[in-house]
């Protein structure tokens, strides 16, 4: 990482606006920082580190919240502006602090954004064209530790050396420094790849495993369904759950195959005596079938003779029963005619009767002259009913006249009240506009704050968000530690666990190879066939397995302990951007003040509401005045119409009611005439139709006689009535015709199977023993049924034995392929991480950080031997930290103080160097630690030092081996900054940027190498 250019204003010390063009000040690599004692020197390290991540150098011994500077303007915002180049690209971070405004309630919330800029944006000035990467605090502070590679903590330990953090490299325990380390020289591929292994060859195993259980299953079922004595297939289950390769189950493989054959051979004997019983049934079962049919036969032939001799007997009767049915056929044919005559002759006797009440007259006397005499008189009625119809009319067109004139005369006086009214309403409509008017002016006023209290809640509810994604952060954490305490408790008791089962295993070794050890045989161990005092076995001996399960017990609580605390550090580093960012402020404070913006912008909404209300209304006012000038027209214009239509109707009715008058005569009234007539014409209509009616009667009568004299000349029947008895209702008739139809077809039905030939062969004297034959068919299924069970359950005895014996083969095939496959990779993992067939017993990625930090300190040892002037080196320890459960990483430190003691090199803690040796031994580690990453290009470039600390407990001559060690950095391209007030270092270092207290309390910046200008 190399530093660019650095903008603040109202930061720390530093009220106004402040720059440190960095290309211009470490134009020769090495440049001082320098100032009095609480000037602000530190201050600038601060900016830094909480533009790049949201929180000072000083970490949780320091707070954010001083960052924004009590010198600055109340009015202005306060901001750190950084550009930085990476080995992806250059890229600016703007951050702001919470900050209070004078007069406002509500704090304002920080702010950050980062860009990534064009390769020549700061040499152009074209600082705005760059892509826009982050606009939030949290997620800003989230992405640029993603684009360092570092954290903000190991930030401080390896880029920015802050005052009491510098030693914190050199003084970390050994697994602190090999997360560190890991991070920067990315060598998660090394435990990535270890892990794949681990996984690897515990899959591998478990294939084994599951594969030899497999086998076993199947050899146990194989034995099972071959029907094994129980004591032979537990030996070959042992057998197989004891093998260690696939020869072992080679004599059990024997075992099953000898079985299989035997049921073989007994399958064939029984499907032979299976094949013999068959023959005898079928033989058996055609006997039956023969006897049976001749018994059903006889049976049959009984029961057809039987029915012959009861149809013959109900032969009379079927004749009789056919001449009744010819004679309703014949009387069917003239039906219709018997029908229409006496349908005439009825409506005949319906015609006089109507003729004698309607005139009085008999039907017998009444002649076609009356007929025509009485249709005459009614025409003559209906002519007159024309006349009467039209003076009817007119009396209608006179009443409906009248109303009118009345129903006119209520309208002309409506009209006249609403032209009154509409009058009235346009006065008041005058008066309400002019209110309204007052109101709209006052409306406005107040709706014109909308986007002011829009914006001012708007910021209020992003904190509220802000606030309780922090107490959510806060809450997790909380739970995270219970976890982590949790998970730390059961890391110890898994080791615990591990170390007392490895113990036992050991403790155990006599045990179990004691129960190997049989009478006459030799010992493996001394090689004596006497054993006359074998180690005796405890309680339970511990399994290879139990050590393997206690060891991935206790790697995997390590596992989830260290995912626990990498969850924890990310959640608390975007707990502290979120501090920052929101001040501290409390949920409480927050809700309030969002209240408050609600509130206020509510009322302004509600402003809002009221002007387009009242503007509504205005327009509202408007419409109904013009609205009711065009009625006041309209209405105007409707009176003078009416007046001369009511003028010339009643001229009209006068004259229609002279006319009626002169119409009536001596009638009362028109209805009453209309009513006589209508009268008169009824009774006259009703005499035409009965005399019409009896007439037409007559002439229906005469013909339906006539042909029905005429149909019955081709019947059997002499009279009409004769003819009406011979009828039968169709259902009787439907009846008839169906008996004597299955009386003819029975018939037929009987003799035909009497025919038959296996009826027709019958002399009635055969006898059929269908008992008998039943009973041997019986006797002969029961031995063919019982000697086909027997053949079925061998066969499949036989089948499945030699599918299991398959299956067998096939699972030992895989259970051979499995074993072959897992001795690699469990080998590899193993060698990997450091197991059993491992010689060193030192994981990979432990012996790759082992290397690489070896040449770290092999670096750091070549500045320190020249700071110290061959004093000290530094040495890599493989010794657990004092107080450490965990197993040693081999990243542990140790100072060898060649000239402590005559009788040669004494091994120190680095605790025990003093103040300034612990300054240049630590500087000479992060020296070191740069110098191999530039080397090797590892994941981070460490182009630049800021060192804070230490130059004032250095004497002259150790200053000036560190200063040109130093300066010997330089050479390459890295850029040193050290921050101090020794007045040696401003005399050796002409680079400076200076920091000077001002009279107010506040500091000023200047620099001795003036930076570009900046756009």
Not at 105 to 128: F, M, Q, V
Not at 630 to 654: G, K, N, P, V, Y
Request: charged fraction near 25%; include cysteine; glycine fraction near 4%.
């Amino acid at each position: 990482m190399k530093l660019r250019y650095l903008a603040m204003r109202g930061i720390g010390p530093f009220g106004g606006e402040c720059t440190i063009d960095f290309d211009a000040v470490s134009v020769n690599g090495l440049f001082l920082l320098e100032g009095p004692t609480g000037s602000g020197k530190s201050t600038i390290i601060d900016a830094i580190t909480w533009a790049l991540y949201g929180t000072v150098a000083g970490g949780s011994e320091s707070t954010a919240d001083r960052m924004r500077s009590s010198h600055a303007d109340p009015e202005a915002e306060s901001y750190v502006d950084l550009w930085i180049t990476l080995s992806s690209g250059t890229y600016r971070v703007r951050r702001t602090p919470q900050w209070q405004r004078e007069g406002r309630k509500s704090a304002i919330a920080a702010t950050a954004k980062l860009w990534k800029l064009p390769d020549d944006a700061i040499e152009s000035g074209c600082l705005e064209a760059g892509e826009v990467l982050c606009t939030k605090v949290a997620d800003t502070t989230i992405e640029i530790g993603s684009l360092i590679g570092l954290q903000a903590d190991q930030f401080v330990q390896t880029i920015v050396l802050p005052q009491g953090k510098f030693a914190q490299f050199l003084k970390l325990s050994s697994d602190d420094r090999t997360d560190l380390l890991e991070r920067i020289f990315d060598t998660s591929l090394y435990r990535r790849f270890s892990e794949t292994l681990h996984d690897l060859a515990s899959d591998a195993r478990r294939s084994v495993d599951d594969s030899r259980l497999a086998l076993t299953t199947a050899l146990s079922t194989a034995a099972t369904i071959a029907e094994l004595p129980h004591e032979v297939i537990q030996v070959i289950e042992d057998t197989a759950r004891n093998a260690t390769s696939p020869s072992d189950i080679a004599p059990v493989i024997k075992q099953l195959t000898d079985a299989v054959t035997t049921h073989g051979r007994e399958s064939e004997r029984a499907d032979a005596e299976a094949e013999h019983h068959e023959k005898h049934r079928i033989a058996a079962h055609e006997h039956l079938a023969a006897v049976t049919a001749l018994h059903h036969a006889i049976e049959r032939r009984a029961e057809l003779i039987a029915q012959q001799t009861e149809l013959n007997a109900r032969t009379h009767a079927i004749e009789e029963a056919e001449r009744t049915l010819r004679n309703h056929g014949a009387a069917a044919r003239i039906q219709p005619f018997l029908t229409a005559a006496e349908h005439a002759e009825h409506e005949l006797t319906r015609a006089e009767q109507f003729a004698r009440e309607a005139t009085g007259i008999d039907p017998h006397d009444i002649s076609d002259t009356d007929a025509r005499a009485a249709h005459a008189r009614a025409d003559e009625l209906l002519r007159e009913s024309g006349a009467i119809n039209e003076l009817v009319q007119r009396a209608a067109e006179l009443d409906i006249a009248q109303a009118a004139q009345c129903a006119d005369q209520d309208e002309l006086q409506r009209i006249r009240n609403e032209l009154e009214a509409a009058k009235a309403a346009i006065d008041v409509a005058s008066r309400s506009h002019e209110a309204v008017q007052e109101q709209l002016a006052l409306a406005e006023q107040a709706a014109s704050r909308i986007q002011q209290t829009q914006s001012a809640r708007d910021t209020a509810e992003a904190l509220v968000t802000r606030v309780a994604e922090r107490e959510d952060l806060h809450s997790r954490i909380a739970t995270l530690d219970e976890s982590i305490a949790r998970a730390i408790a059961d890391a110890q008791h898994a080791e615990e666990h591990r170390h007392r089962v490895a113990s036992s295993w050991f403790a155990s070794a006599a045990a179990r190879l004691a129960t190997e050890l049989r009478s006459g045989h030799a010992c493996p161990v001394c090689g004596s066939t006497i054993h006359p005092a074998p180690a005796q076995p405890g309680e339970s001996l511990t399994t290879q397995e139990q050590v393997t399960a206690a060891e991935e017990a206790a790697t995997s609580a390590r596992r989830h302990l260290d995912e626990l605390q990498r969850t924890r550090a990310e959640l608390s580093g975007r707990e502290s951007a979120l501090l920052a960012e929101t001040n501290s402020i409390t949920m409480e404070a927050a809700n309030e003040q969002l209240a408050a913006a609600e509130k206020t912008c509510q009322e302004a909404q509600a402003a809002t509401l009221t002007v387009s209300e009242l503007r509504a209304t205005l327009q509202r006012l408007d419409d109904e005045s013009h609205k009711r000038m065009r009625a006041i027209d309209s209405l105007t214009t409707s009176e003078t119409q009416l007046c001369a239509a009511l003028d010339h109707r009643s001229a009209t009715i006068s004259e229609g009611q002279a006319y009626i008058a002169r119409r009536l005569g001596k009638a009362t009234s028109v209805e009453a005439l209309q009513e006589s007539h209508a009268a008169a014409l009824a009774e006259q209509q009703e005499r035409v139709t009965a005399i019409d009616s009896l007439i037409t009667a007559q002439q229906a009568a005469q013909r339906a006689t006539a042909a029905l004299r005429h149909a019955l000349g081709g019947t059997p029947f002499t009279a009409a009535q004769e003819a009406h008895d011979a009828l039968l209702p169709e259902t009787r008739a439907a009846e008839l015709q169906a008996s004597i139809a299955d009386h003819h077809t029975a018939l037929h039905d009987v003799a035909r199977e009497l025919a038959q030939p296996d009826i027709a062969a019958l002399s009635g004297d055969e006898i059929a023993d269908v008992t008998a034959a039943q009973e041997a068919e019986d006797a002969a299924l029961a031995a063919a049924q019982a000697a086909a069970t027997a053949a079925i359950r061998a066969r499949q005895r036989a089948t499945q034995s030699r599918a299991a014996l398959e299956q067998c083969h096939k699972r030992l095939g895989e259970f051979a392929a499995t074993y072959q496959q897992a001795a690699s990779a469990i080998r590899l993992s193993e060698l990997v991480n450091a197991g059993a067939a491992s010689l060193t017993h030192i994981p990979l990625t432990t012996y790759v950080l082992q290397k690489r930090f070896e040449r770290v300190v092999a670096r750091a040892n070549e500045h320190l031997e020249r700071i110290s002037l061959g004093r000290y080196s530094l040495k890599r320890t493989d010794e657990k930290e004092k107080g450490s459960r965990k197993a040693r990483t081999g990243l542990g430190l140790v100072v060898v103080d060649h000239l402590g003691n005559k009788s040669g090199d004494t091994e120190r803690s680095t605790r025990t160097l003093s103040g300034g040796e612990s300054f240049y031994t630590a500087l000479s580690l992060a020296l070191g630690l740069a110098d191999v990453v530039r080397s090797e290009n590892g994941g981070i470039a460490l182009d630049t030092l800021i060192i804070d600390e230490g130059f004032g407990s250095l004497d002259d001559t150790t200053l000036d081996q560190v200063l040109s060690v130093l300066t010997g950095l330089t050479v390459h391209g890295r850029t040193v900054a050290i921050v101090s007030h020794v007045e040696e270092l401003k005399k050796m270092i002409p680079e400076r940027v200076i920091v000077t207290p001002q009279a107010d309390g506040s500091s000023a910046l200047s620099t001795t190498s003036p930076g570009r200008a900046l756009i």
